[in-house]
């Protein structure tokens, strides 16, 4: 299926906390400031139903989106409030994908986890979670993945600051 | 050797203690196996028939650092792996080495300004004797920083002189 009718079919089958679409499009010629969009076609979810989402397009058997090939996050801008998740499901049976987006804000980065219908949610979400600072309420082993147990902050976020030093051992 | 030379038997030469122990030493740097990124390929380059770093001597890579007199710092150290390299380095018995391979390990390389975890420098944990510049080097590169580390060897000497006094 395309886009267009992974779309049809969630809005059929009344897929939870789907909240619309955004398709790339051409620049509009009268417009000069409209620089168009470009990249992938991606449906907008609720962050709080993002697993029960997951756990339909799994379930249904013409979705059949059985595997998670990325599972991110996205630090837009600095005076940005929002955080993004980003979620890329593939079907290998019906060979076709999709591309989620979910807004969750920074001030209180909280979203329930998708490891209980994806089990290879689990290392996405603990990156997830250290370079972002984003909790999964209900992951299995919220430990870091890739920076040390003690480290402060959240690199990836884009207000991060180095650290001085660590276990002395300095950073400048 | 001066005047010792031809006072004895065939077979028995004379030397000095330090040309000796250094000509041991410099002969045989047994390095330890230890790859942190791409520099390790090259690395691996070196101890393949190619280029063969065992020309030098040096091509019993040791798989504990208890065997081990040189420590080939070859990739990015980040603040995890640098607590690690220490214990390795403090495990090496003496008298030990290391050679920085590679822009990286020299000081921070391509991740000096936004490599939140990246030590600027493995100089900043262990000492170092040999920087090797590139990113990543040529195996001619390291084994020209090998050389460079024997002559260091060469120009040793046991004998420990006294501490100067003010």
Known sequence: MDFQGIHDRLQAIQAPGLQGADEPREPDPENKKDKGRFGDPFVLVDAKLLP?????????????????????????????????INVQLLSIGQKHRLAIKCMIPKA?????????????????????????GITFEG?????????????????????????????????? | MGFLEKQF????????VDW?????????IWPMTFGLACCAIEMMAVGCAHHDIDRFGAGAFRA????????????????????????????????????AMGACATGGGPYYKFGYTVVKGVDRVVPVDVYVAGCPPRPEALLEGLMKLQEKIQNSSVIRRPARTA
């Not at chain 1, 059949?64 to 955080?83: G, H, I, R, S, Y």
């Not at chain 2, 081990?68 to 080495?97: C, H, W």
């Open chain 1, 52 to 84: 029960a989402f997951l756990q339909v397009c799994r379930d249904d058997e013409r979705l059949n989106m059985d595997l998670v090939a990325d599972f991110t996050a996205t630090d837009p801008a600095k005076d940005d409030e929002n955080l993004w």
């Open chain 2, 9 to 16: 038997q065939e077979n028995v030469l004379t030397t000095k």
């Open chain 2, 64 to 99: 504990s650092p208890r065997q081990a007199d040189l420590m080939i710092v070859a990739g990015t150290v980040n603040f995890k792996m640098a607590e690690r390299i220490k214990r390795l380095y403090d495990q090496m018995p003496s008298p030990k080495y290391v050679i």
């Open chain 2, 20 to 28: 000796l122990l250094n000509w041991c030493r410099l002969s045989s």
């Open chain 1, 108 to 132: 209180n980065a909280v979203m329930p986890t998708s490891v209980p219908v994806h089990r290879s949610c689990q290392w996405h979400e603990r990156e997830a979670a250290e370079m972002y």
């Open chain 1, 139 to 172: 992951h299995p082993d919220p430990r870091h993945i890739l920076l040390p147990d003690d480290w402060v902050g959240f690199p990836m976020r884009k207000d991060y600051e180095f650290p001085e030093e660590y276990h002395g051992i300095s950073c400048k």
